[in-house]
């Protein structure tokens, strides 16, 4: 499956950005979907999974509480809600779809994803 992200952008701390992953190529529905980010000379690091029929979410401890996970399957894409951004938050963001269950993706080596999509830019200032 081949995805692309979008909804990236600039925004002042405290504010909220929507980031959308269309997927095609595949059965959408069929994939555990994840987002991750990688800041400036940083590693990857998993930001939040869900599962393939959207009832499990699972979500790094940094950003539980302020984003959201969701899924249409109807229409091939996933978000990620981000509200009250932080300055911490400024990275890459990244969607991928595995057929790997949700609950596993925060501990999955990233060698095993082999379908990321092209990055989104989140810039959040002070």
């Known amino acids: 499956v081949q995805l692309q992200a979008s909804g990236g952008g600039s925004v002042q701390a405290g504010d909220s950005l929507r980031l959308s992953c269309l997927a095609s190529?595949?059965?959408?529905?069929?994939?555990?979907v994840a987002w991750f980010r990688q800041a400036p000379r940083k590693e990857r690091e998993f930001v939040a999974a869900?599962?393939?029929?959207?009832?499990?979410?699972y979500y790094a401890d940094s950003v539980k509480g302020r984003f959201t996970i969701s899924r249409d399957n109807a229409e091939n894409t996933a978000y990620l809600e981000m509200n009250n951004l932080k300055p911490d938050d400024t990275a890459d963001y990244y969607c991928?779809?595995?057929?790997?269950?949700?609950?596993?993706?925060?501990?999955?080596?990233?060698?095993?994803?082999?379908?990321w999509g092209q990055g989104t830019l989140v810039t959040v200032s002070s």
């Open positions: 190529g595949g059965t959408f529905s069929r994939y555990s």
């Open positions: 991928t779809a595995v057929l790997i269950p949700a609950h596993r993706l925060s501990r999955t080596p990233l060698h095993v994803f082999d379908s």
């Open positions: 869900i599962k393939w029929n959207g009832e499990e979410t």
